[in-house]
């Protein structure tokens, strides 16, 4: 069974950054994909970014080219990087891997002014 701990949300205003981590438990990290996926009050879960087992990443246009995620297999960790964060990016954060279909307990990130 996988167990995933998201940290590192916060509130920051628009422009700031932040650096998102999620520990998963089990052994084999290097085997799962994993993604970072956000759910704003009233909305549906949306992913935000993916990197997979072999590497490949992805993506949501509204993230692309201000949000990186990485991994550390070492560490069993996949990190999301957040740069010039904006009101619309505020949600709680999840981590999610496909071995076992897990989910983290989410983080909350707030920008505001």
């Known amino acids: 069974q996988v167990h995933l701990v998201e940290s590192g949300g916060d509130t920051v205003q628009p422009g700031g950054s932040l650096r998102l981590s999620c520990v998963a438990s089990?052994?084999?990290?290097?085997?799962?994909?994993m993604s970072w996926h956000r759910q704003a009050p009233g909305k549906q879960r949306e992913e935000v970014a993916s990197?997979?087992?072999?590497?490949?990443?992805n993506y949501d246009d509204s993230v692309r080219g201000r949000f990186t995620i990485s991994r550390d297999n070492a560490r069993n960790t996949v990190v999301l990087q957040m740069n010039n964060l904006q009101p619309e990016d505020t949600a709680v954060y999840f981590c999610?891997?496909?071995?076992?279909?897990?989910w983290g307990q989410g983080t909350q990130v707030t920008v505001s002014s």
């Open positions: 089990g052994a084999n990290f290097n085997f799962y994909d």
């Open positions: 999610h891997s496909n071995i076992g279909n897990a």
């Open positions: 990197i997979r087992a072999r590497g490949g990443i």
